[in-house]
């Protein structure tokens, strides 16, 4: 399979696959990269299916880690803004694969454009709620958080004030593309009533994996996502 390595507007990417006049944008989640083993399982299966697929690295991820540049969603939401605008102007035919917190960004990102089709793997659907969760989990207050602006959690991920601000003011309230979703029954980060909300709100397919974790990366979960990608790509 073709690979071709790319900078756009200093976001480093990957081409996979030949020039086609169908292009899926690949979206990868939290402590991944552009070429993970799920991105990698997902090229093969839409380059076989005659798509071309560009991945990239998220702020502190992949080839990124070094840069200064923090994964906040206002910061996501300008690279995969940045990434939507270099896609069209090499396809008019554009669909979006995108795990965890990718999809996030993409439902903010993508809202109001057109596109053909959307997989999402292990969404991360409403973002407030598992912030609001993070901050309940370290008993962290609104007024703390206000205060110090960041604050680190035993986990290693970091509360921000700001994230916090946007997440709250910019609501997912459309979401009108064709959208396929696989979802684990052991998913600790979106609880199932979100998923089954989000899918009944938007008329989606949903696919859930017995058991499966919301990380997709034992033997068996990868092979239950290749065959979720040959009968929905």
């Known amino acids: 399979m073709i690979k071709i390595s790319l900078t756009i507007e200093g976001i480093p990417a990957i081409l996979w696959g030949e020039a086609s006049e169908r292009l899926f944008i690949a979206i990868h989640g939290n402590m991944s990269s552009k070429d993970d083993d ?21 702020p502190e991820h992949g080839d ?25 102007t090499i396809s008019s035919n554009i669909s979006l694969f995108a795990c965890s917190m990718g999809a996030y960004f993409s439902l903010l990102a993508y809202r109001d454009l057109p596109l053909e089709h959307c ?40 509360l921000y004030w700001d994230y916090y601000c946007y997440v ?30 989000f899918v009944k709100r938007y008329n989606c397919k949903l696919n859930v994996l ?15 996502f290749r065959q979720w990608l040959k009968d929905n790509i």
């Open 38 to 58: 799920a991105i990698v399982i997902f090229a093969q299966e839409a380059v076989d299916k005659g798509y071309q697929v560009l991945s990239f690295d998220l």
């Open 168 to 197: 709250k003011s910019h609501p997912i309230e459309n979401w009108d593309k064709p959208t396929a979703i696989l979802y684990g029954s052991d998913d600790n980060l979106t609880e199932v009533n979100v998923i089954y909300e």
């Open 119 to 158: 997989l999402f793997l292990s969404p991360i659907l409403n973002m407030e709620r598992i912030i609001n969760n993070m901050m309940t989990w370290f008993n962290v207050s609104e007024e703390k958080l206000k205060a110090e602006e960041e604050i680190e959690t035993p986990i290693g991920q970091t």
């Open 210 to 224: 017995e058991q499966g974790e919301h990380y997709f990366h034992t033997d068996e979960q990868l092979l239950y």
């Open 64 to 88: 990124r880690k070094d840069e200064d540049y923090k994964c906040k969603v206002q910061n996501c939401v300008s690279d995969l803004t940045a990434i939507m605008i270099y896609a069209q």
